[in-house]
């Protein structure tokens, strides 16, 4: 038996078959999960949708996490067709280009505002809509990271200080769902070569740093964050609430 026979998961962020959110999705699928997936844009559509039916998707809705019309049309859906969730997976970020280079004193108001509002927020806002959908469930959710948020990389910059404000979010819904049986975790993936990382700068120097100094001598797949997913929204992960789980093949313990 599969470890989420039976479990109904809604996934944010496949943009198309290279992101971690698809990774997640095959994975949850191989162990019996149900899947809905929710995309961003008329561009994806014809990306995500389908890989969506390839993979037997139930649903496939179209959500831009800054519009909360938007999100409540989503679970409005969900609860329509499942009448109930097991899981959510975010694995969304955004900055604007141009603040994902330079110095970070450049980072501006509206760009700082967006980065967050998309990157982090939008964490708080699908939790607060996918609660009361989890009710009696033990649902989980999940969101993913990267050590940017913990300590300073080149270029990373606005989006570093949101993922430092998302890894709070997770300690902070942790406590607030607690009570609800709902868990809250995040996975801090190493680099990994997804359309969120092309044409970043030094993305493949810093690629190379993990390969040389991490504890095992390597960069890690989509398909070992997919497993640790699949860990922590499992059963198997029913104490664990509240963490910030890296999957970077150990490269945050080195000092130098
Ligand atoms: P990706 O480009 O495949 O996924 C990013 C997703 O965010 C896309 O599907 C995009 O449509 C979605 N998105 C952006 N703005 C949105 C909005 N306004 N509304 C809804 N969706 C929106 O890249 P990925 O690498 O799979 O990124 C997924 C997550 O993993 C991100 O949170 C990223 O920060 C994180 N991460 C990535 C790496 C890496 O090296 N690629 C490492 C650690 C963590
Ligand atoms: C992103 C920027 C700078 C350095 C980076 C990254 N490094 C890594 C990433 C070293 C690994 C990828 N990453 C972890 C992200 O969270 C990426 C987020 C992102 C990427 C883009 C590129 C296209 C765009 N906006 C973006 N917003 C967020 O226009």
């Given at each position: 038996?599969?470890?989420?026979?039976?479990?109904?998961?809604?996934?944010?962020?496949?943009?198309?078959?290279?992101?971690?959110?698809?990774?997640?999705?095959?994975?949850?699928?191989?162990?019996?999960?149900?899947?809905?997936?929710?995309?961003?844009?008329?561009?994806?559509?014809?990306?995500?949708?389908?890989?969506?039916?390839?993979?037997?998707?139930?649903?496939?809705?179209?959500?831009?996490?800054?519009?909360?019309?938007?999100?409540?049309?989503?679970?409005?859906?969900?609860?329509?067709?499942?009448?109930?969730?097991?899981i959510?997976?975010?694995?969304?970020?955004?900055?604007?280009?141009?603040?994902?280079?330079?110095?970070?004193?450049?980072?501006?108001?509206?760009?700082?505002?967006?980065?967050?509002?998309?990157?982090?927020?939008?964490?708080?806002?699908?939790?607060?809509?996918?609660?009361?959908?989890?009710?009696?469930?033990?649902?989980v959710?999940?969101?993913?990271?990267?050590?940017?948020?913990?300590?300073?990389?080149?270029?990373?910059?606005?989006?570093?200080?949101?993922?430092?404000?998302?890894?709070?979010?997770?300690?902070?819904?942790?406590?607030?769902?607690?009570?609800?049986?709902?868990?809250?975790?995040?996975?801090?993936?190493?680099?990994?070569?997804?359309?969120?990382?092309?044409?970043?700068?030094?993305?493949?120097?810093?690629?190379?740093?993990?390969?040389?100094?991490?504890?095992?001598?390597?960069?890690?797949?989509?398909?070992?964050?997919?497993?640790?997913?699949?860990?922590l929204c499992s059963?198997?992960?029913?104490?664990?609430?509240?963490?910030?789980?890296?999957?970077?093949?150990?490269?945050?313990?080195?000092?130098?």
């Amino acid at each position: 038996m599969g470890l989420l026979e039976g479990k109904k998961a809604l996934i944010f962020g496949v943009a198309n078959d290279k992101s971690i959110a698809w990774a997640i999705a095959e994975a949850f699928r191989r162990e019996g999960a149900s899947l809905a997936f929710a995309y961003n844009g008329d561009t994806l559509a014809k990306r995500v949708i389908p890989l969506a039916e390839s993979i037997g998707a139930e649903m496939v809705l179209q959500c831009d996490v800054r519009s909360d019309e938007e999100i409540a049309s989503v679970f409005r859906d969900v609860k329509e067709r499942w009448g109930g969730l097991d899981i959510l997976v975010h694995s969304i970020a955004f900055a604007n280009k141009d603040e994902l280079k330079g110095s970070f004193l450049n980072t501006t108001r509206e760009g700082f505002a967006l980065a967050m509002d998309v990157s982090a927020y939008s964490l708080i806002a699908l939790a607060k809509e996918a609660t009361p959908l989890m009710e009696g469930r033990e649902g989980v959710i999940l969101t993913l990271s990267y050590y940017g948020g913990q300590k300073v990389f080149p270029n990373y910059n606005v989006m570093g200080v949101a993922k430092a404000a998302l890894e709070m979010s997770v300690r902070y819904l942790a406590e607030s769902l607690g009570g609800t049986g709902v868990r809250v975790n995040a996975i801090s993936a190493g680099p990994l070569k997804t359309l969120a990382a092309a044409g970043v700068g030094g993305f493949n120097q810093i690629a190379g740093v993990v390969a040389e100094k991490a504890p095992l001598r390597r960069n890690i797949t989509q398909e070992e964050v997919a497993d640790s997913a699949l860990y922590l929204c499992s059963n198997l992960a029913r104490g664990v609430t509240g963490e910030v789980h890296f999957v970077d093949s150990g490269y945050n313990i080195i000092g130098l």
